[in-house]
T-cell receptor, first 114, second 111 residues
Framework: DTEVTQTPKHLVMGMTNKKSLKCEQHMGHRAMYWYKQKAKKPPELMFVYSYEKLSINESVPSRFSPECPNSSLLNLHLHALQPEDSALYLC?????????????FGQGTRLTVV | LAKTTQPISMDSYEGQEVNITCSHNNIATNDYITWYQQFPSQGPRFIIQGYKTKVTNEVASLFIPADRKSSTLSLPRVSLSDTAVYYCLVGPTGGGNKLTFGTGTQLKVEL
C-alpha cells in the first residue's frame, strides 16, 4: 500500500466555521507533511511532523492547527479562515531518517472559504 | 537549500523526446536531485532521483554533469498523458526535512 489518503476531497466552509482535514498512510512512514497550493503555483510547505512531533512550522498563521494523533494519521484543524486561504491542501509522507527518499503525496483537499 | 531554475513552459508533440533542464548552481555536496510530476488537482508524484552521472528508470532518465550545477530530465516518446507540471528539487527530500518546490515547468504535449 503506497497510498496517502486525504479526506474530504472537497470542502466549502464559512469564515466562522471550524473544520478538519484528515490524512492517513499505512506505509510506516514517520515523517508527514502539510502543503498548501494555490492555482498555478508550486506547493508551499506548511508543517512537518517527525515521529508524531511537530518539527517544522513555516510561520503558518494560528488559524491552521496541525495534529498528529498517531503514526498513521495527520490532521489539519481549520478555524476562522479567510477567503485567501482557499487552496489545494496536500498531505505527504516519507521515511524518517533517510535524507533522500521518495515522498508520497495524497490527492489533496480542495478548500473553498466563503 | 539550493535554488533551482527551470523553463516556465515547454511544448512538444506525441512521440517526441522531451528534455527539461534545471539549473542549480549552488548545489551542496550532499544534495540529491529529484524530479516530481504533478497533474491538475492531484498531488505531486515522484519520477526520478539521482546524485551524479545518469539514472534511468521505467519512465525517465536523469542526466547530471560532473559539476552537478544542472540536470536534465529526459522523457522518451511523450504522450498526451505526459502533459503536466514537472518540478526539479535539490536537497534532502525526505526524512522530515523541508521538501521545497521551485516554480516548475508546464509541459504541454499535443497530437
Amino acid at each position: 500500500d503506497t497510498e496517502v489518503t486525504q479526506t474530504p476531497k472537497h470542502l466549502v466552509m464559512g469564515m466562522t466555521n471550524k473544520k478538519s482535514l484528515k490524512c492517513e498512510q499505512h506505509m510506516g512512514h514517520r515523517a508527514m507533511y502539510w502543503y498548501k497550493q494555490k492555482a498555478k503555483k508550486p506547493p508551499e510547505l506548511m508543517f512537518v511532523y517527525s515521529y508524531e512531533k511537530l518539527s517544522i512550522n513555516e510561520s503558518v498563521p494560528s488559524r491552521f492547527s496541525p495534529e498528529c494523533p498517531n503514526s498513521s494519521l495527520l490532521n489539519l484543524h481549520l478555524h476562522a479562515l479567510q477567503p485567501e486561504d482557499s487552496a489545494l491542501y496536500l498531505c505527504a509522507s516519507s521515511q524518517e531518517g533517510i535524507m533522500n527518499t521518495e515522498a508520497f503525496f495524497g490527492q489533496g483537499t480542495r478548500l473553498t472559504v466563503v | 537549500l539550493a535554488k533551482t531554475t527551470q523553463p516556465i513552459s515547454m511544448d512538444s508533440y506525441e512521440g517526441q523526446e522531451v528534455n527539461i533542464t534545471c539549473s542549480h548552481n549552488n548545489i551542496a555536496t550532499n544534495d540529491y536531485i529529484t524530479w516530481y510530476q504533478q497533474f491538475p488537482s492531484q498531488g505531486p508524484r515522484f519520477i526520478i532521483q539521482g546524485y551524479k552521472t545518469k539514472v534511468t528508470n521505467e519512465v525517465a532518465s536523469l542526466f547530471i554533469p560532473a559539476d552537478r550545477k544542472s540536470s536534465t530530465l529526459s522523457l522518451p516518446r511523450v504522450s498526451l498523458s505526459d502533459t503536466a507540471v514537472y518540478y526539479c528539487l535539490v536537497g534532502p527530500t525526505g526524512g522530515g526535512n523541508k521538501l521545497t518546490f521551485g516554480t516548475g515547468t508546464q509541459l504541454k504535449v499535443e497530437l
